[in-house]
């Protein structure tokens, strides 16, 4: 596996960890519709949360959330469009990101956005 996506899961774990440390109950992981793909799919009370998360073991390139393309996002809609109709929820949604970085010998930092797009 390549050191990127082996980066990612781990960031992945951390994100869920620190959801659930939060009191979010994990719906889902890896949620896939055609081409896109939700990492983390939760719950807090009655809000519904899509989750991209973007792990980088530094910011010398930039921060983890900048990653984020408009196509990205698009796609991610998509998909939570889909989930929200498969499970015939009615109630409130919101988009976040957690941004990590660290690793490789450095402590991971997290930065949790909610509400991040629309």
């Not at 719906?27 to 980088?56: C, G, M, P, W």
């Not at 009615?90 to 010998?105: K, T």
């Amino acid at each position: 596996m390549a050191k990127h996506n082996q980066t990612g899961q781990i960031g992945e774990k951390i994100a869920a960890a620190y959801l659930v440390e939060n009191g979010y109950t994990i719906l889902a992981s890896n949620y896939r519709y055609h081409r896109a793909e939700i990492d983390i799919i939760a719950q807090k009370s009655t809000v519904l949360i899509f989750v991209e998360v973007k792990t980088r073991t530094t910011t010398r390139h930039g921060f983890p959330e900048e990653a984020i393309t408009p196509k990205k996002v698009d796609l991610f809609l998509l998909a939570a469009e889909e989930f929200i109709y498969q499970l015939n929820w009615q109630h409130d949604i919101r988009f976040d990101i957690i941004a990590i970085s660290g690793g490789d010998h450095l402590p991971y930092e997290i930065h949790h956005i909610e509400d991040a797009f629309h």
